[in-house]
C-alpha cells in the first residue's frame, strides 16, 4: 500500500525557521543553538562566556528548561539578556517558540543570540554539551579558555557543584 504525502510534516517549523533566520540576517545577529541534556554543562558554559564577553559583545540567551526559570536568572545575573521557554517535558525548542520568545528580547541591542536547547533524557544525547556553530569568517572567539577547555569545566562542575 502507498500513502501519498502531500505536506511536509514540519512544513510549519521550516517556515519559522525561515523567519528567524531573516530576522537574525536583518539585525546582524550571529545565532549559536546549543543542546544536551540536563545538567550537562551548557548554562555554566554560557554564564562563563556572557561574564568573559561582557562589555565587548551583547548576548541574549534564549533559554529552555524542562520545569523551571533557575537558568534563566542565572543568565541575567551573569549579564545577558534571557528569556525562559519552560518545555513541559517536551526534547527540544521548535522554531515557532523561537519565534515568540524573540519578540520578548530586545534584540537591536544584541550581538548573538544563544538557544540553550534541552534534550531530555528521553532524546538521544551524548550527555555532554554539544554546540552547534555555524562560524563565518569573521568571528573571532577571544576568551582566556578554550572550547573544549569550556566544554569540559562546565560538565566537570554540572557533576560536582549541583548546587550552583
Known amino acids: ?9 514540519l512544513a510549519k517549523n521550516e517556515d519559522f525557521a525561515a523567519a528567524n533566520r531573516k530576522l537574525f540576517k536583518k ?9 544536551s541534556s540536563p545538567g550537562s554543562g551548557k548554562t555554566t558554559i554560557l ?7 561582557k562589555g565587548k559583545i551583547s548576548i541574549g540567551v534564549i533559554e ?3 520545569q523551571t526559570e533557575l537558568d534563566a536568572k542565572r543568565i ?13 517535558g517536551a526534547c527540544h525548542l521548535n522554531a515557532d517558540q523561537i519565534t515568540n520568545a524573540l519578540g520578548k528580547l530586545d534584540i537591536d541591542q544584541l550581538d548573538i543570540i544563544v538557544i540553550e536547547n534541552v534534550g531530555n533524557l528521553v532524546c538521544q544525547d551524548t550527555g555532554i554539551a554539544v554546540v ?4 563565518g569568517m569573521n568571528l573571532r572567539w577571544e576568551a582566556t ?3 573544549q577547555e569550556m566544554v569540559d569545566e562546565g560538565v566537570r ?8
Open 1 to 9: 500500500m502507498k500513502i501519498k504525502v502531500n505536506k511536509k510534516i
Open 27 to 35: 539585525h546582524g545577529i550571529f545565532c549559536i543553538n546549543m543542546i
Open 47 to 53: 554564564t562563563e562566556t556572557i561574564k568573559q564577553l
Open 64 to 66: 529552555g528548561d524542562l
Open 76 to 88: 541575567r545575573a551573569a549579564g545577558a539578556q534571557a528569556h525562559q521557554i519552560e518545555t513541559q
Open 132 to 135: 552547534f556553530l555555524k562560524i
Open 145 to 147: 579558555l578554550g572550547v
Open 157 to 164: 562542575r554540572a557533576y560536582t557543584d549541583r548546587d550552583t
